[in-house]
């Protein structure tokens, strides 16, 4: 008797490999996060009152994160209703800003915005991402460089919505907040939350 009845590209398709997916990929890679996993982030770490969201989407984090009491500065390239669009996160000048930066970035661009993020944040950087953001060779060496301080890893599926439409979507990947601190030096220490 078999207990699977999948194939491959079943497999590759849930864990969100793109070329493998079973619907065509957001031109902009646009995936709005659920808010609930902002609760998680905030659970464990202390964010500056000031807070820039560069990939905001329709505001789904940016909302969460103004209920609880943050002063959220919020950017993306496409302008999609909320907050300022047409700003090039990846083109911003490299000069430190006065701000925690947090975002769920375009994925096939990840490495690009924790490199930026980085660069610009005053303190911390959290990034919400799939798991296997842990994976690959380019990864690898800049998790040597940059070893975030945290890896948060959701201990419940989070939907995250192409075109922010949440009805109906559902997630077969496993995301983690991955959180930088720009004085931390060391090792990564792996945390759950919900």
């Not at 701000?99 to 990840?110: L, S």
């Amino acid at each position: 008797m078999k207990d699977w009845t999948g194939n491959k590209r079943t497999t590759f398709a849930s864990l969100g490999a793109s070329s493998h997916a079973d619907h065509e990929r957001e031109k902009h890679d646009y995936y709005a996060t659920d808010p609930i996993a902002v609760n998680g982030l905030f659970e464990h770490i202390e964010f500056l009152n000031d807070i820039w969201e560069c990939a905001c989407g329709e505001g789904h984090l940016s909302k969460a994160m103004i209920e609880k009491g943050k002063n959220v500065k919020s950017t993306d390239l496409i302008d999609r209703g909320y907050g300022i669009g047409g700003v090039d996160f990846l083109k911003e000048p490299d000069i430190r800003s006065e701000y925690d930066i947090v975002t769920n970035p375009p994925f096939k661009f990840a490495v690009e915005f924790a490199e930026k993020a980085i660069k610009l944040s005053k303190g911390k950087v959290a990034l919400f991402l799939r798991i296997q953001f842990l994976e690959g060779i380019e990864r690898k060496a800049f998790f040597k460089k940059h070893p975030p301080k945290y890896v948060l890893v959701a201990s419940k599926r989070i939907a995250c919505a192409i075109n922010g439409e949440f009805t109906g979507a559902s997630s077969a990947a496993c995301y983690a907040w991955f959180v930088w601190d720009i004085e931390h030096q060391g090792e990564t220490t792996i945390k759950w939350f919900g």
